[in-house]
């Protein structure tokens, strides 16, 4: 993680064990491997209940936690603390709830939060964060591209939004449930096990569809990542974790080689003309390079999964999801199709649902795994395309006084 940046940052949310050991390993010349073992401890009493609160970072609750003098003053110059704060809730009739969020230089970012929909089995809560403070790719469906891009996240500002997502979730989960956790015990010698077991973790899903391009800003998505998917801290499995692209051909084979989490690929059109009006990046790679790109380098086993944002009159006709069968026939996928939500340019709207459902039924009928995702949290604009951050502000006057806690 610190390669990413020329000297290591002091916030521990920055580092996973590689990053961590590397910098004790520097300073102690204590060899690497126990400088690994002595990170991972720092990491699990740092994160490994970070869902209920801020842990003690202390010489003491380092000394709890098995790690010897040599390594405590060097880490405990580093800060565990959240570096956002939680400026609003907005939960959404569906039962989404849309959370902005203040970064130190007084920025505004949003994450979402998206139980499953009622009447699924599964308990389901999936998280859409951000990667940046607005964005470069200028997509003409999309709140954040109409303001452009203001600076790229840290992998700590990553990371946090989920922090301060699962405590929420944590403080609301109903206390019959929360009854059912396990006290958090320390860890036996040589396991890694920390956290809460995957049914009782308040958040299942981590999808990067929030505000940015997470290809634009990738060593910082990617360290994200490597934390939230590090046993001692998040334990997230990487296959529960999406990180979605407008098709950045050129990063794909870093993404694939760097991180095991799933991709998602915004086609949201069915041929180069359209995509290029909607989505400027088409003019840089189009959709065969594109398809070519992928197909060589996804590795054997993985599958890709594409979304298709459906617009009345624009890309949702039969013809279209003939033309989308045949882009994605070979290509080991899935095919997500959203109705579009009320975004900046008027001229892009939602089809009616009978044009959805022939749409689908004609993706089906092509042999391509489709769902369907219905728009959540349009009412606080936290659905696809809606989430505005720093113009929040203007759309909605915020009271400018000291951000709450989470
Ligand atoms: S859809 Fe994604 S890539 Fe396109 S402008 Fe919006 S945030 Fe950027």
Known sequence: MSATDSSPSNRLADHDVDSLGSYLHERTSCGLERARRAAAKALRAAFGTDAVGDCRWTDAALIEA??????????????????????????????????????????????????????????????????????????????????????????????????????????????????????????????????????????SNIVFMGMGEPMDNLPRVRDAIALLTTPQAFAFAPSRITVSTVGHADKLATFFESTRAELAISINAPDDTRRSRIMPINDRYDMATLRRVLLEVMPKGRRVLFQYALFADFNDSLDDADLLADYVHGIPCRVNVIPANPGPDPSLTTPAPERVDAFVAR???????????????????????????????????????????P
């Open 66 to 203: 098995g790690i010897g003098q040599w390594a405590r003053p060097h880490l405990l110059t580093f800060d565990p603390s959240l570096s956002l704060a939680l400026a609003e809730r907005a939960p959404s009739e569906d039962g989404t709830e849309r959370l902005l969020l203040r970064t130190h230089d007084d920025q505004l970012i949003e994450s979402v939060l998206i139980p499953a929909e009622k009447g699924r089995k599964r308990a389901r809560m999936t998280l859409c964060i951000s990667s940046q403070v607005g964005c470069a790719r200028a997509c003409a469906f999309c709140e954040t591209g109409s303001h452009g891009m203001v600076r790229q996240l840290a992998a700590r500002e990553i990371v946090d939004q989920f922090r301060i997502a699962q405590r929420i979730c944590e403080a609301d989960r109903p206390v019959d449930r929360r009854a059912e956790a396990p006290t958090p015990t320390p860890p036996k010698r040589g396991t890694s096990a920390n956290t809460l077991p995957a049914a009782l973790r308040p958040i």
């Open 363 to 405: 993706l089906a009928e092509r042999g391509v795994t489709t769902l369907v995702r219905r728009p959540r949290g349009r009412d606080v604009g936290g659905a696809c395309g809606q989430l505005a951050g720093s113009r929040r502000e203007q759309l909605v006057p915020l009271k400018r006084s000291k951000p709450e806690s």
